[in-house]
């Protein structure tokens, strides 16, 4: 963990400020149990990943939450949070995330996967097809490049600070 809190800070220029210390008996109240039944939650969420190539443009069902904020996990808040002071412009700011090459195929996978609705994909009145970005909102799982049928995505793990922003433009296409 101090690793990559290191990591993250490196773009502001500031080393991360971390304490370690041996774990105390208060600390007991703080610990993260897991539960036969959340662990196996996150087994039928992961197997519902896996079928996602079969579910023909509809966001999965798990996928329903009515405030963009609380779709980034608590981890990916605390990652944007670390880059303060804001790093310096032109600056690169380790943040794992999919990018599109020109061989997408406009299949809806990448969207349907992606467990934070990080990624849309919509199309305008012309029929051009705009898929889209939000970067805080990626946890880097990479589902998307996994899924993706012909490959069209790859992680990139370096962003410019300004990406954080607002929504990136990842592939436009003409249909």
């Known amino acids: 963990m101090v690793q ?3 990591r993250l800070r490196a773009a502001t ?3 991360a400020q971390v304490t370690v210390r ?3 008996a208060q600390d007991a109240e703080r610990a993260q149990r897991v539960t036969r039944r959340g662990a ?3 087994l ?3 197997g519902r990943r896996e079928l996602v190539g079969l579910i023909p443009e509809r966001p999965l069902p798990f996928v329903d939450w009515s405030e963009p904020e609380q779709r980034t996990p608590e981890e990916w ?3 944007k949070a670390s880059l303060q002071p804001t790093p310096p412009p032109g600056s690169a700011v380790y943040w794992p995330a999919p990018l599109v090459d020109d061989s997408c195929m406009d299949c809806p996978v990448c969207s349907n996967v992606c467990p934070t609705e990080a990624i849309t994909r919509t199309h305008d009145a012309a029929g051009t097809l705009h898929l889209t970005l939000d970067l805080s909102a990626c946890t880097g799982c990479m589902a998307c490049v996994d899924s993706c049928p012909p490959r069209a995505m790859h992680r990139q793990n370096h962003w410019q600070a300004s990406a954080l922003e607002a929504p990136l433009i990842l ?3 003409m249909r």
Do not use: M, N, T
Request: aromatic content about 10%.
């Open 4 to 6: 990559d809190a290191e």
């Open 13 to 15: 220029g500031q080393p």
């Open 22 to 24: 041996r774990a105390e």
């Open 40 to 42: 196996l939650g996150q």
């Open 44 to 46: 039928v969420s992961s």
């Open 77 to 79: 808040r605390w990652r």
């Open 171 to 173: 592939f436009e296409k």
